[in-house]
T-cell receptor
Framework: DQQVKQNSPSLSVQEGRISILNCDYT??????FLWYKKYPAEGPTFLIS?????DKNEDGRFTVFLNKSAKHLSLHIVPSQPGDSAVYFC????????????FGPGTRLSVLP | DTGVSQDPRHKITKRGQNVTFRCDPI?????LYWYRQTLGQGPEFLTY????????KSRLLSDRFSAERPKGSFSTLEIQRTEQGDSAMYLC????????????FGPGTRLLVL
């Protein structure tokens, strides 16, 4: 039973356009969420996070939105660049519970030049 | 490079053999995590240490798996009597006391059990 779901295994976007990656979770105890990016042959790299006390967090081209009532979060990348092509993982944690994250299966983003 | 390092990067072994992986975290990080990732899935939590103490183990961590962090610095993950189902990428991550919510991952050790 997956507690963190990323229902789109892959996504293709034109360079310069917006990329929107979605994530849904089922455990209402989760209150801290992160996005990681992974290139081939490398470990995941932290991208951006959000606590449940917020509904939006922005860092440069990356914005994460959280809808707690819908148990849904999304990552927006604007504008998308070819270097953004990677697998993106959504992760969740019940804060204070050792921060052992539960990861989604990932979405492969391809940004086409 | 002061990131998380893992050794070896690749390991091929025969079923029934024991294997040991090493992780060197970022030097000032007191928390160290082990994850396993299989194809098409995200990383799955296995265990974590705070300094030398192993504070939590997932039920995924069978009794064939053992992890140590004897001096609170590097960690080892040993798998005894490997099975084909153990084939996966084993990822190590670390985090600091000041920012425990952000984990920094190593490149992983890819294990193939024949």
């Amino acid at each position: 039973d997956q507690q963190v779901k990323q229902n789109s295994p892959s996504l293709s976007v034109q360079e310069g356009r917006i990329s929107i990656l979605n994530c849904d979770y089922t455990n209402s105890m989760f209150d801290y969420f992160l996005w990681y990016k992974k290139y081939p042959a490398e470990g995941p790299t932290f991208l951006i996070s959000i606590s449940s006390i917020k509904d939006k967090n922005e860092d440069g081209r990356f914005t994460v939105f959280l809808n707690k009532s819908a148990k849904h979060l999304s990552l927006h990348i604007v504008p998308s660049q070819p270097g953004d092509s990677a697998v993106y993982f959504c992760a969740a944690s019940p804060e204070g519970y050792g921060q052992n994250f539960v990861f989604g299966p990932g979405t492969r983003l391809s940004v086409l030049p | 490079d002061t990131g998380v390092s893992q050794d070896p990067r690749h390991k091929i072994t025969k079923r029934g053999q024991n294997v040991t992986f090493r992780c060197d975290p970022i030097s000032e990080h007191n928390r160290l995590y082990w994850y396993r990732q299989t194809l098409g899935q995200g990383p799955e939590f296995l265990t974590y240490f705070q300094n030398e103490a192993q504070l939590e183990k997932s039920r995924l961590l069978s009794d064939r798996f053992s992890a140590e962090r004897p001096k609170g610095s590097f960690s080892t993950l040993e798998i005894q009597r490997t099975e084909q189902g153990d084939s996966a990428m084993y990822l190590c991550a670390s985090s600091s006391l000041q920012a425990q919510e952000t984990q920094y991952f190593g490149p992983g050790t890819r294990l193939l059990v024949l």
